[in-house]
């Protein structure tokens, strides 16, 4: 197989999958190095097509266009993360990333695509094994969540939620 065809493979099997694929896992079943990968999903990336790196893996972006989104902003401290993702997962939410606006960097942007219970538990479970501290901590807790849902009922009911929390940043 050929860069051309291989790079037609990659996009093909990332178009018919839902869930994220590992670079790992793609580099094995085609024979070839990660980092050929990562130079494929760039190439592919250049050539217009909207392949998302999220920790899980590569996935493209399926523009949901029935989804509502949302941007809302956000503050609380580093414990209650977990609290926050599992509100928003709970009432159908996905939270597509976290956003913040960094004083040298201007925004920064990390890819979430959390969906469901177990997606809060694996992040949180990552956050604890790195002993990463989360992007707000440079923000004071402040930052942005990408978040969409399926009706605006449950919009309505993740903002009451994270609101009665005092999460949510008001105007």
Request: aromatic share 4%; proline share 3%.
């Given at each position: 197989m050929n860069s051309y065809e291989r790079r037609n493979y990659i996009k093909g099997i990332l178009q018919e999958k839902?869930?994220?694929?590992?670079?790992?896992?793609?580099?094995?079943k085609l024979g070839v190095t990660r980092q050929i990968i990562v130079k494929d999903i760039a190439i592919l990336r250049a050539a217009g097509s909207d392949i998302i790196s999220t920790p899980k893996g590569y996935i493209i972006s399926k523009n949901k266009s029935n989804r509502i989104?949302?941007?809302?902003a956000v503050c609380h401290k580093s414990e209650e993360i977990e609290d926050e993702l599992l509100t928003i997962v709970k009432f159908g939410g996905i939270i597509e990333d976290v956003i913040i606006?960094?004083?040298?960097?201007?925004?920064i942007r990390g890819i979430l695509m959390i969906k469901t219970i177990f997606d809060v538990e694996n992040f949180i479970s990552k956050l604890n094994k790195y002993d990463?501290?989360?992007?707000?901590?440079?923000?004071?807790?402040?930052?942005l969540h990408t978040i969409?849902?399926?009706?605006?009922?449950?919009?309505?009911?993740?903002?009451?939620?994270?609101?009665?929390?005092?999460?949510?940043?008001?105007?």
């Open positions: 839902e869930d994220p694929l590992k670079g790992n896992m793609l580099a094995e989104k949302k941007v809302i606006e960094h004083k040298l960097y201007g925004e990463a501290e989360p992007l707000s901590i440079l923000t004071g807790g402040v930052h969409s849902v399926e009706d605006e009922n449950s919009l309505k009911n993740i903002l009451n939620e994270l609101n009665k929390k005092k999460y949510l940043v008001s105007d």
